[in-house]
């Protein structure tokens, strides 16, 4: 048998480390704790550690220049001189700031500044930092930081790959006002290829450069984008490695195959269909990365499956396969090792970052040496697979003729809006603009420590339930105190949203350290679903009961809807989404139904993920948002018309949806607006959307209090677009990132508005 060299590589490790050792530091560095060279430190050692693995594993390249200390697309802006001119004035007080702070700034907003832009990475709950582009944006290189931690990995080993956000998708993902970011492209590329001349020095052979903005739909002029940037590209250089990911990219095959590169990588996870046209379409002299191992979930591959994906086109391509991840591995959290707890049979089923950097040294041992070289990995991972495919714990009879029964409930409110307005109205007797929030109040470091006792076992689930009641109590009693309408009791006894229902539901698993990086040194721990979901028992109703009967105002259950628990959960690969999602929306409707039996009168179904959802190309929106928006009406419309149902959404361009949403029908939407100045609300007014509508009125990601005035001019903008009967106020989002103190003067000010605003009205 001849021997094959295909290589293996990753295209990104996680950043955060197995324990979170990189929020810790960041947390330190910003409280001042610890010095930017011990930040800088735990930086370099976890990249050391990441090449490590690569290295032991036998990857053909460590890759490099994969590693943020709070976002890769941050660092581009860094990189090519972009940060914004607001940004240039040194803040006052800073005598003699850490060279960190300046970057840190960018991202978190300063005395001065506001953070710039944050937004979700295509389909995924990953944020990154928009680049914020303007017509005196003039680009000019700064390699130092790059081409140190190129020099890093070059000492670790001679086979580095660093990585680039490409320039067209660089320029794609910013914004830009005023100007045709297009007119920007040319200065970019430039810089671009200053840096291709240093790694060429550096005697790099191959250069990752990423065009995620490949699985969009791309108009003509970024196609053409393309063909210009990249003809800067035709110079002396590293070998390019066009890098797509999350799609099919084969409909831009013609267009691709022109560009001067030499290779492309493709995600074979999303769309396996695309590798044989792939082989068949590339020049010769081109490599294809093949992305076999799943980067955004966490089942262990199928090894077998894998293998017979590839046999066809080994022969062919021979050295020019290379195999890889499907995408970056920052979806995935770090390592299994530290799962003490887990089933031992589901955590079989399961491959971490580690975990998925082994398979693909198995895979390409097989291809190079033959299978009998890896007959004992494959007997194991076979004896996995069929293990996870005939386990009667993914299977529940009841929820599958619950399932197949869906046609019998109705998906519909019993009345019409108007009509169900009339109920609430005389149920609630709300004043005119209600001023409510959006459900969770500071996680404290009380809470925090309480929640890490309880697990580790120091204290007892009474001692725990008391001191959540009392951190309950103490959120009620602020809240009368600020003279708020609409109560909510705070979410203390919430690790996360989503984490909290996977945590009560069967059919999940949770881990303890499977960590991944949300934004900045936020991270979230999704729960896995691996088998048919259902409720066992209810999950929110105690506590909902209790809130509610400290005060006499109304006090909201408060519920994750199904898309957002089946968008930030892992979710199973054996089955479609839309079953899925349809198994949650039951359980989430019979917790709908007890809160209300319990006496709870209006009910929040949270949806921030609804349109994170939304596939990326748009000829497969129309059936993700009919199947999505039929989970969530089956959640609520167990509701009697005397419930007022309320929904939240954030993080996202809503625009596009509108109708959706609409369709939704929920009583009242409460919805992140103020950081685009409410912009998102005229596209509500303009499509007349039909329900009650709170807009935010601040932004809660940053610590600074909103003033009144600021808050006020908001709500009369929103007064102009929607009617007044129909408009709540309320801030952005919830309120668990912040502290009490600024919470406190922050919904102050909110009421005052509303109470000024009603006397103004009077
Ligand atoms: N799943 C999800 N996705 C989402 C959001 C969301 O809320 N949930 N919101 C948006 C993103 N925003 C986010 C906002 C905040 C955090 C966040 O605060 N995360 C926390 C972790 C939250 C958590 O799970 N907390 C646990 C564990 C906390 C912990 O670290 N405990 C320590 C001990 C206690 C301590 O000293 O802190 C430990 O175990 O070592 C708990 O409360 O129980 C963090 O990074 O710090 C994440 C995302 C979009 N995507
Ligand atoms: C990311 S949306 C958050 C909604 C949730 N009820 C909260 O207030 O935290
Ligand atoms: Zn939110």
Known sequence: MTKNNIKAHILGYPRVGAKRELKFALESFWRKEVSSDDLQNTAKNLRAEHW??????????ITSNDFSLYDHVLDHSVLFGAQPKRFNKKPFGEANPAPENAYFALARGNLEQPAMEMTKWFDTNYHYIVPELASDTQFSINVHDFLSQLDEAQKISKNVKPVLLGPVSFLYLSKARGINKLDLLDGLAQQYVYLLQELQLRKIEWLQVDEPIFALDLDDAWLKAFDHAYSWFRTSRPKLLLTTYFANVSRYQAFITNLPVDGIHIDLVRAPEQLGPWVNAIPSHWVISAGVIDGRNIWRNDLDKTLALLDPWVKRLGDRLWIAPSCSLLHTPVTLAHEVKLDAEIKSWLAFADEKIIELSIIAKALNNGVDSV???????????????????????????RIAALNTLNENRESTFELRAKAQKARLNLPLLPTTTIGSFPQTPDIRAARAAYKKGDISQAKYDAEMEAHIAYAIAQQEEIGLDVLVHGEAERNDMVEFFGEQLAGYAFTQNGWVQSYGSRCVKPPVIYGDVHRPKAMTVGTASFAQSLSSRPVKGMLTGPITILQWSFVRDDQPRETTAMQLALAIRDEVEDLQKAGIAIIQIDEPALREGLPL???AWAQYLAWAVKAFKLSASIARDDTQIHTHMCYAEFNDILPAIAAMDADVITIETSRSAMELLDAFGEFSYPNDIGPGVYDIHSPRVPSVEAMEKLMKRAFDVVPIERLWINPDCGLKTRGWPETKTALENMVTVAKSLREQLA
């Open 375 to 401: 007959a004992q990995e494959l007997a194991i991972s076979r004896a996995a697979i069929a293990s996870r495919n005939q386990s009667n714990r993914v299977h529940d009879a009841n929820v599958k003729a």
């Open 52 to 61: 490590q693995k690569q290295q032991e594993a036998g990857l053909a390249f």
């Open 617 to 619: 190309q748009k000829a």
